[in-house]
Nanobody
Framework: VQLQASGGGLAQAGGSLRLSCAAS????????LGWFRQAPGKEREFVAA?????YYADFAKDRFTISRDNAKRTMYLQMTSLKPEDTAVYYC??????????????????WGQGTLVTVSS
């Protein structure tokens, strides 16, 4: 299993970005998947996850949308109304098989390399 995150970059406050996570190996359609982020000096935190349902952190609920295209083996995170505090490295990850779509990084077993999102004020 390999995951590759992309789509990060520089955005202005109030702007939008769409992140992608492309997967190879395994049965993508059966996986739960999640997005996490880590800002400098902070712990990695849950952003959103998806199996047949989408789950969001409170800060992401009204601004971010997680989705997946099983035919393309790709997961997305559409981020709108970006804020400077959204600046972080964003990681995609696979929910551990048999897991319950948790919000702790330990519940995910394979990780992408991360993509940097920088939001300027």
């Amino acid at each position: 299993v390999q995951l590759q995150a992309s789509g990060g970059g520089l955005a202005q406050a109030g702007g939008s970005l769409r992140l992608s996570c492309a997967a190879s190996g395994g049965m993508f359609s059966s996986w739960g998947l999640g997005w996490f982020r880590q800002a400098p000096g902070k712990e990695r935190e849950f952003v959103a996850a998806i199996d047949r349902t989408a789950y969001y952190a409170d800060f992401a609920k009204d601004r971010f949308t997680i989705s997946r295209d099983n035919a393309k083996r790709t997961m997305y995170l559409q981020m709108t109304s970006l804020k400077p505090e959204d600046t972080a490295v964003y990681y995609c990850a696979r929910d551990r098989p048999g897991g319950g779509m948790g919000r702790h990084p330990k519940e995910y077993d394979f990780w992408g390399q991360g993509t940097l999102v920088t939001v300027s004020s």
